[in-house]
């Protein structure tokens, strides 16, 4: 997938659990854990606004976009 999350970096640099970010925004630890290993296919804008909020930074700290990432990741597949 092109859009990679970095949600892992953010957390890292706040020196900041998983578990603390989930209480915080109010998902579950395990909803968390699948937003950093960017195996979700989507987020909520509102959870992404309480994500940017606890952690003091913008949507686009969290996301990345890689052009061509998708085409690698088939390649890799086959």
Known sequence: MPI????DV???RR???SRELAERIGITE???SLLKSG????????????ICESLGCQPGDILEYV???EEADEEAAD
């Open 4 to 7: 990679i999350v970095n949600l």
């Open 30 to 32: 395990q909803n968390v």
């Open 67 to 69: 052009p061509g990432k």
């Open 15 to 17: 020196k900041m659990r």
């Open 10 to 12: 953010m957390l890292a």
């Open 39 to 50: 195996k979700v296919r989507g987020v909520r804008f509102d959870t992404l606004a309480r």
